[in-house]
């Protein structure tokens, strides 16, 4: 029997984050990117100095999933003025569910989100909102399984490649 615990992560996870980060990063988005935009775009977020920072901001969270006691994915929030755009007092970003490609499918990704639908709930936020990569169908399909809704657009730049985020959401309360 397969054991799964999510626990917020510390400091002293750091390195874990960089390294779960930049893999499934790679493992996710190499084959349809160019390995410069790739490099450059990991250069940028996936440094120790970086991940210590988003560490650092009350207003971010990062949750670690632990299969067996070993680390295969984890989980990045924001709230207020840590989210990437909206930075709305009454919502919650979903910022990163990242999972070890050998481990998907088991059912982590959607533990996962519970665990930020959860969190959201207990801060009372009225809404949870993420962007995803338009041609990351996986994924905007298990947003959608799960109830979120696309209301808009962003760019997000790859390396020196705009690209296309949709910005989905899932209303948890009526205002």
């Known amino acids: 029997m397969e054991n799964l615990e999510i626990r917020k992560a510390t400091h002293k996870d750091a390195e874990l984050l960089l390294n779960i980060g930049r893999q499934t990063f790679f493992e996710k988005f190499t084959e349809n990117n160019s390995e410069e935009n790739m490099l ?93 990569w338009e041609e990351n169908l996986r994924a905007i399909k298990f947003y959608e399984k799960n109830g979120l809704k696309a209301f808009s657009k962003h760019i997000f730049m790859l390396g020196d490649d705009p690209q296309t985020d949709i910005m989905m959401k899932l209303e948890l309360r009526q205002t």
Do not use: C, H
Not at 64 to 89: H, M, R, S, T, W
């Open 40 to 132: 450059k775009y990991a250069a940028e977020a996936y440094t120790s100095e970086k991940i210590l920072s988003e560490l650092n901001n009350p207003n971010s969270q990062f949750y670690l999933a632990k299969l067996n006691n070993k680390a295969v994915g984890y989980l990045k929030i924001n709230f207020g003025d840590a989210q990437i755009e909206l930075q709305d007092p009454q919502a919650l970003e979903l910022e990163r569910i990242y999972v070890l490609k050998e481990f998907q499918g088991r059912k982590i990704g959607q533990m996962l989100f519970n665990k930020t639908i959860e969190l959201a709930k207990k801060a009372a936020v009225n809404y949870v909102w993420l962007g995803v």
